[in-house]
């Protein structure tokens, strides 16, 4: 995760101390819910460690997911701001640490300091941006690059400069670049074709992400960079 | 001063505040079909619509100028920029004789500090944008992209069709590129759609034109795709 997108790390030590102290700490364990769509915004939770889901539910009942969060990120703040129900559900994805905040304490908070209302208006525009930059990929850019990209960012995520292990299926990975589930995985074929992935039961390996940041930089359609497969990460 | 146009930044921020707002700015009035910002420029300013309405569009690579939302008196234009330093992302037209308010970055960001009220009514307006944003998406997803082309051809065929001898024509002066953008498909999916509908004999599509013969079948397929009219942008 960028920089950028880590609410904590933008705010200072006493103004992260005292928006502490307005919570409670909070663990979920994987597969429990935060947050749950529908209900009405009643607190925020700042994740401490661990990694959410965020996932909404369509007219149809199926659930989808749209993003991933991690430490130092918010999660919940919007629904409690326009006091509408939410419009997603938070489900931990690994065991979470958490400071829970209620509602009111949380206004009053940003209603008290402006700095910090400023980098939580900082978050909703650059999530915003996102959220228009991948509709606009989706009507411009082919499935294998969007796939490229996306496994990139999430390597960022889930690993570090040498290996690292996406705990998402391949469904999902399909509904965060918006495409179809049967042309993600032809795209992760070839991927694996040219050694930049392995695919395993309910998660995607990559074994360097180094040579997978160099593919993804490749001008479209290109497909000359080939994986290392983690050798050059033992030199 | 107008009423505010739904859903505008205006309905979300006190009166007091707005009038701060445009008080701390610079009025200026714009001529019909200005060129307030250009996609890709710099962020420097934020603007206020004090009167009048502006258009927000986007290239398509053909060179088609897609509009993405109207947006009217009380609303507030160019502030992601502005908030996250990155450049314009869209461009903003007027469309008639328009009354707008320049507030430089600086003191836009001053206001928000000054006032945290203004902050928290941005967020909500912000918070708005953003479940459309997901809602579209999540909804998008739920249909093929064949289906949602079929509600797309019965939209326009709402808008702008004509009755003629074969069934109802539009003439379509959007590439397949500009409608993939439109239904948030690819355009290979496009040209596919357009194909299992000709093959069908649901339509007949010509030089840049298009005639629904089977309106019915279309509307079958469209089933309860749902299009959001209040893009964000």
Not at chain 2, 169 to 179: D, N, T
């Amino acid at each position: 995760m960028s920089d950028e997108m880590n609410f904590a790390a933008r705010l200072s030590e006493s103004e992260l101390a005292e928006l502490g102290g307005r919570g409670r700490q909070v663990r979920i364990g994987p597969g429990y819910y935060l947050m749950r769509q529908g209900e009405p915004g009643d607190c925020i939770v700042l994740i401490v460690s661990g990694l959410v889901k965020i996932v909404r539910s369509d007219h149809t009942g199926d659930e989808r997911l749209l993003g991933i969060r991690g430490p130092g990120e918010l999660v919940g703040e919007m629904a409690c701001i326009d006091d509408r129900p939410r419009s997603a559900s938070v489900l931990a994805h690994t065991l979470v640490i958490g400071i829970k905040i209620a509602r009111n304490s949380f206004l009053e908070f940003l209603r008290d300091r402006s700095k910090v209302a400023y980098e939580v208006l900082r978050q909703g525009s650059l999530r915003l941006r996102e959220a228009e930059s991948k509709q606009e990929a989706a009507a411009s850019d082919s499935v294998d690059v969007r796939v490229l990209r996306e496994l990139v960012s999430l390597a960022g995520r889930f690993g570090g400069d040498g290996e690292a292990v996406i705990p998402l299926c391949q469904r999902e990975l399909a509904q965060l670049v918006w495409a179809a589930e049967v042309t993600v995985q032809r795209s992760l074929r070839s991927l694996r074709d040219r050694r930049l992935v392995r695919t395993e039961y309910g998660c995607v390996v990559v074994d360097c992400v180094d040579c997978l940041r160099r593919a993804a930089a490749e001008p479209n359609g290109t497909e000359a960079v080939l994986g290392c497969g983690g050798s050059s990460g033992e030199d | 001063m107008n009423a505010a146009t739904p859903g505008s930044f205006l309905t979300h921020i006190g009166a007091d505040d707005w009038k701060y707002l445009v008080e701390s700015g610079v009025a200026r009035s714009c001529e019909p079909n200005e060129m307030l910002f250009r996609h890709g420029d710099p962020a420097g300013h934020v603007l206020l619509v004090v009167d009048g309405w502006v258009k927000i569009t986007i290239n398509a690579p053909s060179g088609y100028e897609a509009v993405l939302a109207i947006r009217g008196c009380g609303d507030v234009l160019g502030e992601l920029a502005v908030l996250d330093g990155r450049a314009r992302s869209a461009n903003v037209r007027t469309l008639c004789e328009t009354r707008v308010v320049l507030l430089a970055a600086d003191r836009f960001l001053h206001a928000l500090e000054a006032r945290p009220r203004i902050a928290i009514a941005l967020l909500s307006h912000l918070a708005g944008r953003l479940r459309r944003s997901d809602n579209r998406r999540v909804e998008q997803a739920a249909h093929s992209a064949t289906e949602r082309l079929a509600a797309f051809l019965l939209r326009l065929a709402d808008q702008q069709g004509a009755v003629v001898a074969e069934g109802v024509e539009i003439s379509v002066r959007l590439s397949q590129q500009e409608i993939a953008g439109a239904i948030g498909a690819s355009r290979e999916a496009v040209a596919r759609g357009l194909r299992i509908l000709r093959e069908r004999e649901v339509v007949i599509t010509r030089r840049r034109r298009l005639v629904i013969t089977a309106p019915h079948v279309l509307e079958s397929m469209a089933a309860d795709v749902q299009f959001d009219t209040e893009e964000p942008c």
